[in-house]
């Protein structure tokens, strides 16, 4: 699985939990990019990834393996809307696949990491619902359109969104994507902008927020 600038963009943006002893779940964890930056930057933390794609968790185990925070990370071959965990999560995260309606790739692994048919909107809220610890978040990228559905799909069952940032390719082009905090917790919400382009390459702003992940 390639690093896409959306899993790096996620991983680098949410929150991340105030207690020691958090527990994570990286949906969807593909390569298990999100997964590793997270444990990164949460020492303590013990994170799971999960994919409904074997090959991709193999992947994924075999990245936390060969990581400095292997001990504390997890990778399992699993469908995200059968899971069960009794301990639950503080934070769960995806980059979660959004297409819909629209022509399918013929490859298996790439239609399934692409279109939202295998993990549809509304079945992965109330699954994370369902794992998420009291006052635990959950935290997503979408393009624009797809995310003001997951918005009004996520208020409705009792996940209202607390933090959003719109992010544009190119500074002063419209925002392509939304990433997006949602908790049960509430709060005020939080709204933010980033562009990734500046004059001349990377924007400042990019490169503050990703530079402790990058070689």
Not at 43 to 68: C, E, R, W
Not at 102 to 111: F, G, H, N, Y
Not at 137 to 163: C, D, H, N, Q, T
Request: one cysteine or more.
């Amino acid at each position: 699985m390639k690093v896409g600038t959306d899993g790096v963009l996620l991983g680098a943006w949410v929150s991340t939990p105030a207690r020691a002893d958090a527990r994570i779940l990286d949906v969807g964890t593909g390569s298990g990019l999100i997964a590793l930056m997270l444990a990164q930057r949460c020492p303590q933390a013990v994170i799971t990834g999960i994919d409904i794609d074997g090959p991709s968790a193999g992947q994924a185990a075999a990245n936390f393996a060969s990581s400095p925070w292997g001990s504390r990370l997890k990778a399992l071959h699993s469908d995200f809307l059968s899971f069960e965990d009794a301990e639950g999560f503080d934070l769960i995260v995806s980059n979660p696949p959004f297409f819909s309606g629209t022509l399918q790739s013929p490859q298996a692994r790439r239609r399934t990491a692409r279109h939202s048919d295998t993990l549809p909107h509304r079945e992965m809220i109330a699954a994370a619902k369902r794992l998420l610890r009291p006052a635990g978040v959950l935290a997503v990228v979408l393009p624009v359109e797809e995310g003001a559905g997951y918005r009004m799909e996520a208020f409705s069952a009792g996940l209202p969104l607390r933090r959003i940032c719109r992010v544009s390719t190119i500074e002063g082009q419209e925002p392509r994507r939304v990433l997006m905090e949602f908790s049960a917790s509430g709060g005020r919400l939080t709204e933010e902008y980033l562009s990734i382009e500046g004059l001349g390459g990377r924007s400042e702003a990019y490169r503050r927020l990703t530079q402790d992940f990058y070689l």
